[in-house]
């Protein structure tokens, strides 16, 4: 659907055919005008959906209807390691008093994958709620909550979540994306209104924010680890105009730290790093949100895959995709 934004992580399957699942999550609350971004009059409702791929392979299984957004980063959907369950936000939301504006939204839907789709519980975290991570072992998830400077602890088991602790990460501060490392006992969270990376620590179902923080550039916003010695954040200082940056963080002893950026376009949105921790893929929005008279203004996005290599980025490939 035009102007609909499409968030998704991958998971594999242990299928016969080897196939692999996307998980979808659709927003149609917001969508561009020449550049602005404007709520429809009649947007159609939130929606997730299961998504099958591989060689020659490409099939929507299963959508139902959920809680989800528009707004925030594409980490916005996480999977259990077993691949039975997803985590999904909904960061914001048509204000019911006036449905031409959003407001922050703060729940979370726990939806079980098997058999078939269906939502089995649901949490409160804080205002805002964005980017979500779950830990190796699939017993605890983070959730950032922009709206509320804030980063929650969940508990996970089976078809229940709860909320089990939350940390703020100051004022004005508007986490976007965490990241487990370090085996689950520490997290990363990206801090794009106050442009730092935070450290968290996680510990007997609490969270403690560390003293240290890591500059990895203006509004740092997306994030990802594999579970290695590397992270990588993407900012977002460029507001459609000025090129962004990928910034590469080495985990490696007891305090992180920014060790390699790279220039990668307008607005690189969203990062993923696989699982060997070798390769890194960036979408990059290239102007295609602006509107048509500006500068930067291209109508399809980029899709870049960086090597890293002895502690720095290496472009490997880059190739044209669909606009914003």
Do not use: C
């Amino acid at each position: 659907m035009r102007g609909t934004l499409l968030v998704f992580l991958a998971m594999a399957m242990s299928a016969p055919a080897r196939a692999e699942l996307a998980v979808v999550a659709l927003s149609d609350e917001q969508r561009l005008d020449d550049g602005a971004q404007v709520v429809p009059a009649h947007p159609q409702p939130d929606r997730v959906a299961t998504v099958a791929f591989g060689p020659g392979e490409l099939r929507r299984l299963a959508t139902i209807e959920a809680p989800t957004s528009v707004i925030g980063p594409p980490g916005s959907v996480a999977v259990t390691p077993d691949g039975r369950h997803a985590l999904v936000t909904d960061a914001r939301t048509i204000d019911p008093a006036d449905p031409t504006r959003i407001v922050p939204s703060d729940a979370v839907t726990l939806i079980a994958l098997t058999p078939t789709p269906h939502i089995v519980a649901t949490v409160h975290v804080g205002a805002g709620a964005s980017g979500v991570t779950i830990d190796p072992s699939g017993r605890t998830a983070l959730v950032a909550s922009r709206s509320a400077n804030s980063v929650a602890l969940l508990a996970l088991d089976g078809d229940t979540v709860r909320l089990i602790d939350t940390v703020s990460t100051g004022p004005g501060s508007s986490p976007a994306q965490p990241a487990f490392f370090d085996a689950g006992r520490r997290a990363l969270v990206t801090r794009d209104g106050d442009h730092r990376v935070s450290i968290l620590s996680v510990a007997d179902g609490h969270l403690r924010t560390m003293p240290e923080t890591i500059v990895a550039g203006l509004r740092p916003y997306a994030l990802s680890a594999a579970g290695g010695r590397y992270a990588v954040t993407a900012t977002m200082a460029g507001a459609g105009r000025d090129v962004d940056s990928l910034t590469l963080i080495d985990l490696a002893g007891s305090t992180p730290r920014a060790v390699d950026s790279v220039g990668v376009g307008l607005t690189p949105e969203g990062v993923a790093m696989s699982p060997d921790g070798r390769l890194v893929a960036v979408t990059v929005n290239n102007g295609s949100n602006d509107a048509k008279a500006a500068p930067g203004y291209h109508s399809f996005g980029l899709l870049q895959v960086w090597a890293i290599e002895d502690g720095r980025l290496v472009k490997r490939a880059e190739a044209r995709m669909g606009s914003w």
